[in-house]
Nanobody, 125 residues
Framework: QVQLVESGGGLVQAGNSLRLSCAAS?????????MGWFRQAPGKVREYVAAISNTGDIQFYSDSVKGRFTISRDNAKNTLYLQMNSLKPEDTAVYYCAAATIVVITTNPREYEYWGQGTQVTVSS
């Protein structure tokens, strides 16, 4: 069983930055997991934000965050990150990290087996 705990959310003004972290613990080897960030705004479905391969050398981004967000991981610290720059009000959502144990990298939320509880990000205009 893998436990994921997000942190780093908060209230920021548009144009500013935030860095989210996701600490993994429990069974298994973090360095073997594909990881991803997803978000869900009020009244909307959960959407994919970014994904990273188990080794960290491949990253995918949704069009809405490409060029502004950076996903990274530190396998020695069992931690996933999401650096968010040039934040916009439409980035306001609860952000979730997720782990997939049977693929190298994926953007499909159905392939992620473990999810954190989420951290709120609110961007004011």
């Amino acid at each position: 069983q893998v436990q994921l705990v997000e942190s780093g959310g908060g209230l920021v003004q548009a144009g500013n930055s935030l860095r989210l972290s996701c600490a993994a613990s429990g069974g298994g080897t973090f360095s073997s997991y594909a990881m991803g960030w997803f978000r869900q705004a009020p009244g909307k479905v959960r959407e994919y934000v970014a994904a990273i391969s188990n080794t960290g050398d491949i990253q995918f981004y949704s069009d809405s965050v490409k060029g502004r967000f950076t996903i990274s991981r530190d396998n020695a610290k069992n931690t996933l990150y999401l650096q968010m720059n040039s934040l916009k009000p439409e980035d306001t959502a609860v952000y979730y990290c997720a782990a997939a144990t049977i693929v190298v990298i994926t953007t499909n939320p159905r392939e992620y087996e473990y999810w954190g509880q989420g951290t709120q990000v609110t961007v004011s205009s």
